[in-house]
């Protein structure tokens, strides 16, 4: 199985199983991620850029268009892809349940962020401040280049922007801040995946046609009983 990205989560390594899969790992598939995982099913969503979160206790097959899930079921492989987006890993050690969630700049804007802590809230009356959060790679600020920001993210302070540049990261960790989620609760994987595209899938850094095809990088993670 690929290691364990994050060092935030290593004091629950025995309660939670945490792996990234990127370019290394060759084309695997829901099924392969499941084994991977030692998981009994696999919940891959079919992720639209949105702002929908959603809570799963069985397996999903794609056929559940949202861009964030939640559960607090055992041996379930839960699982979010990207290819330049960051992706969450959202663990509440009290209740014993985790999220991952897909937040491209289009989801930034629909809001998915909140709406995934805000179903930790009506489900299951997490508070923000209660959770660790992990950050896959994705686009650091110089490879997240858009036609005019001010127009292409409306609502999104400007002091975000250096030119046609967007600190994405930095958009999404004020959102973080915001809702209460702690910052020593709170760990960023540095590796920009365009910069570095030998290992990451990158659709900005070149591999646009194998993304298409469905070549993602891939956070997945089992709660163990």
């Known amino acids: 199985m690929p290691s364990q990205p994050f060092h935030i989560f290593d004091q629950f390594a025995s309660r939670l199983d945490v792996a ?6 060759g084309a695997f598939t829901d099924d392969s ?3 991977a995982m030692g998981a009994n099913d696999v919940a891959a969503l079919h992720q639209v850029h949105g702002g929908t979160a959603v809570t799963t206790r069985r397996g999903i097959r794609r056929d559940v268009q949202a861009d964030a899930a939640a559960t607090d079921a055992p041996h379930l492989a839960l699982t979010i ?26 989801g930034l804007l629909a809001g998915i962020l909140p709406a995934t802590f805000g ?8 508070r923000p401040e209660e959770t660790y959060v992990g950050a896959g790679p994705s686009l650091c600020r110089a ?3 858009f036609t005019d920001p001010s127009r292409e993210l409306p609502g999104i302070d400007p002091r975000f922007f250096e030119g046609r540049n967007v600190d994405l990261r930095a958009i999404a960790e004020d959102r973080l801040w915001t809702l209460g989620v702690r910052r020593e609760h709170f760990e960023r994987q540095p590796q920009c995946t365009a910069c ?11 591999d646009r046609d194998a993304v298409a095809k469905g070549s993602t990088n ?5 709660l163990r009983p």
């Not at 990234?20 to 790992?25: A, G, H, P, Q, T």
């Not at 330049?84 to 050690?93: G, K, N, T, V, W």
């Not at 179903?119 to 997490?126: F, H, N, P, V, Y």
């Open 218 to 222: 891939l956070l997945a993670c089992t």
């Open 119 to 126: 179903l930790l809230r009506e489900e299951w009356g997490i």
């Open 143 to 145: 490879c997240a280049q």
């Open 33 to 35: 991620v499941r084994e």
């Open 196 to 206: 570095d595209s030998e290992t990451y899938w990158t659709y900005r850094g070149g």
């Open 81 to 106: 892809r990207a290819a330049d987006c960051q992706i969450f890993l959202i663990y509440a050690p009290e209740q014993h349940l985790v999220a991952l969630a897909h937040a491209g700049w289009k």
């Open 20 to 25: 990234f899969f990127d370019k290394k790992d």
